[in-house]
């Protein structure tokens, strides 16, 4: 697992919350003060004040935001009800607002002053109120956070590098890319759902899943899918490191899970086992789907890694690769790839080879 790299994931997802509260309050700023900024209203010593409080606020919003959303919540809510989490936060981040706004209020003096005099607030005595309008406050804050979580809904829905091509547009036509693929499956599972009842075997896969996910940031891997008890990850090839890379994250991963076997012994009476085949090529890719979108590949390279798996139990292997895999590994890393017999899979006329890989290179 690259721990640099898994860190330098989480900084890239706090800067994201950072930026789009700086983005968020900067424009209901505008909006807010759009006549004054027409009519000059608003001196310009005033609009420094307020462009730079509102900055300074956002940017102490963002952090606070980022560090709560992606550090305190996922931990002590995360298999809470919807109701619940709902409950929490709201309780929690209206706390907040009020609490960070008193504060604010004493420390930035300057700030409230002029927001105040702006929006013409009641006068007692010819001297401005320095109060604050914490309702507006709050209601601004809660459509932001809204906003905030939508777009991190988004953006773990189909992945961060889905993300981005999804925002760029990249998909709407299909186009052709040549890449990795890995269909990792649990071994056994029916017998484990059978004995675990499905809501406990669907909490027992939630904690695979998750103790997955750095291994993949690690390996720079992209989730393709789940479906049911299997994962399917994908790399693009144009990195000679990324064959290496994806069988290296099967077998750390593998690694982690009998560290972790304590845990699931004692949560769940099973310690998970996968099987994991490899293969690459080229396919085609596009957004498809009307009610329901989404961004899926095509071509013969998915089903034959898919047929590849079905075969890791019947010949005892944790790990099958395809020829193709093995023709195009020009990694510096080297790897000792074991023959294991040619095959006519399922619906194929031709015969593929596969390959076992022992250990990680």
Partial sequence: MNRGLEIWTKLREVLFIIIWWIVYVRFVFLLRFYDEILTGTLSNADAKILDRYNFLIAVIIGVITALVEIYIFPRYVRYRKLVVRLAVKGFYYSSLVVVFFAILRWVLPDFFYVARQLQQISTTGGEINKGFDVGMSLLTFVCGLIGINVLRGIYYLIGPKLFKNKMLGRYAYPSE?????????????????????????????QDCFQDLTSFIIGARATTYQYVGDEVV???????NRTPSLSMQLFFKYQEYLQSRSTYYQKQYGHVPVFKASINQG?????????????????????????????????????????ETFVDNYEDNVPCNFQFVDEFVLRGKEKKIKVYAVQKYC
């Fill in 233 to 239: 990850l994908t790399w693009s090839c144009g990195d």
């Fill in 282 to 322: 080229l396919v085609s890719v596009a957004e498809v789907g009307g009610t329901k979108r989404e961004i899926c590949y095509h071509g013969d390279v998915l089903n034959t890694g898919s047929r590849i798996q079905k075969m890791c139990k019947e010949l005892n292997q944790d790990l099958l690769v395809s």
């Fill in 177 to 205: 890319e040549y890449r990795i693929f890995m269909f990792m499956d649990l071994e056994n599972s029916t017998t484990i759902a059978e004995k675990l009842g499905h809501i406990t075997y669907s909490r027992f896969l």
